[in-house]
T-cell receptor
Framework: GESVGLHLPTLSVQEGDNSIINCAYS??????FIWYKQESGKGPQFIID?????DKRQGQRVTVLLNKTVKHLSLQIAATQPGDSAVYFC????????????FGSGTRLLVRP | DTEVTQTPKHLVMGMTNKKSLKCEQH?????MYWYKQKAKKPPELMFV???????INESVPSRFSPECPNSSLLNLHLHALQPEDSALYLC???????????????FGPGTRLTVL
């Protein structure tokens, strides 16, 4: 069935280091992917998105990489800061008439001072 | 501005109560969503409204009743809930670009619901 999953449930990094959060998806028909950041007690916050016709997209301190061959998505955060500590979800849209957003299980990022 | 607002922030209700959650956006988005999120889990889709019409109901129990009075407002009416319905209820909206399929959903802060 369709699923979006993450390899690591918790990632601990030193402040200033780069972080890489990975995500695997199983539906080859998915054409749009989003990364969300969710801080404790808050709703998911949009970080960056990527379409399936791209393999890389950069934002401010963040880069998303898409490898359609192996159905893999990653979020790279440069110079990780304490404020980056949160749960990160990848999500995909399903190619049908609905607007369902399929979420991965989430990765908690802990930034050590 | 990509702001979705939700009220109340917190709600405690008994199993016999009737309450409503409210969501509002003024971004001109034409699709609005309700999600339920349990602790340490991803959001789970409940309902989708597009152009004020219910387009998706993910087999949600009838004790949850959505309503979309206009393109900016989305309500979730609650009645006879169970303790296991306690969760964070998230509202989201998206532009609904039809065939382009790149429809980013923006989330509100959520309502933390506790059912006693």
């Amino acid at each position: 069935g369709e699923s979006v999953g993450l390899h690591l449930p918790t990632l601990s990094v030193q402040e200033g280091d780069n972080s890489i959060i990975n995500c695997a998806y199983s539906n080859s028909a998915s054409d749009y992917f989003i990364w969300y950041k969710q801080e404790s007690g808050k709703g998911p916050q949009f970080i960056i998105d990527i379409r399936s016709n791209m393999d890389k997209r950069q934002g401010q301190r963040v880069t998303v990489l898409l490898n359609k061959t192996v159905k893999h998505l990653s979020l790279q955060i440069a110079a990780t800061q304490p404020g980056d500590s949160a749960v990160y979800f990848c999500a995909e849209t399903v190619m049908d008439s609905s607007y369902k957003l399929i979420f991965g299980s989430g990765t908690r990022l802990l930034v050590r001072p | 501005d990509t702001e979705v607002t939700q009220t109340p922030k917190h709600l405690v209700m008994g199993m016999t109560n009737k309450k409503s959650l409210k969501c509002e956006q003024h971004m001109g988005h034409r699709a609005m969503y309700w999600y339920k999120q349990k602790a340490k889990k991803p959001p789970e889709l409940m309902f989708v409204y597009s152009y004020e019409k219910l387009s998706i109901n993910e087999s949600v129990p009838s004790r949850f009743s959505p309503e979309c009075p206009n393109s900016s407002l989305l309500n979730l009416h609650l009645h006879a809930l169970q303790p296991e319905d306690s969760a964070l209820y998230l509202c989201a909206s998206s532009p609904y670009k039809g065939e382009t399929r790149t429809d980013t959903q923006y989330f509100g802060p959520g309502t933390r619901l506790t059912v006693l």
